[in-house]
């Protein structure tokens, strides 16, 4: 008997642990990777985005597993779908100073 008891407590001890664990890293990492892959799933030509790597740009193509992003008048450059961190085209933007 003495044994169950200890186990008991050490089950009730690691339970609220593992359980905080799961909500605060596990769930919202799940939420994250739904909405990013939800993101590149709707992902369409004339769409501004931006890349992993930081670079901006145009979507011109829509391949299955690439996109072709325009960066500048004649250069299109082909990237993976996972490769585009955001998509910027419902944000305004400011005025560029010149």
């Given at each position: ?6 186990l008991t ?21 799940r939420q994250?990777?739904k909405k ?63």
């Amino acid at each position: 008997m003495p044994q169950q008891s200890g186990l008991t407590q050490i089950l009730f001890m690691y339970l609220p642990i593992i359980a905080i664990f799961y909500f605060l890293i596990i769930r919202p990492q799940r939420q994250q990777q739904k909405k990013t892959k939800e993101m590149l799933d709707k992902l369409k030509k004339n769409d501004e985005v931006i890349t992993t790597s930081g670079i901006h740009g145009t979507v011109a193509i829509v391949k299955e597993k690439t996109v072709v992003v325009r960066v500048d008048e004649g250069c299109r450059i082909e990237f993976d779908r996972e490769s585009i961190a955001s998509v910027t085209s419902g944000e305004v933007k400011p005025e560029v100073v010149k």
